[in-house]
């Protein structure tokens, strides 16, 4: 649906002449991002995890996850 270029757009707008690393972060996040979140495998598994399971487990599974990746983004990172 574009969400990809609507990205990009602003980091684009602000960065002219690709001075910064932000265009290759992305696309390394596009990466691990779009198998798995973005149309992918998680996306196409809510369904039937949330028909078998529930709404709330899968709820509580979906912000387990959350929380990992964004503790290992903050430990691995840093605060920027």
């Known amino acids: 649906m574009g969400m990809t270029a609507s990205g990009l757009l602003p980091m684009r707008i602000a960065d002219l002449e690709n001075k910064s690393s932000a ?6 996040k596009q990466l691990l991002f779009e198998p798995i979140v973005g ?29 990992f990746w964004g503790v290992m983004g903050v430990f691995y990172f840093g605060w920027k």
């Open 39 to 67: 149309g992918g495998v998680f996306t196409a598994a809510s369904v039937p995890l949330i028909f078998y399971l529930g709404p709330v487990p899968v709820l509580i599974l979906a912000a387990i996850l959350t929380l």
């Open 23 to 28: 265009v290759e972060g992305f696309g390394y």
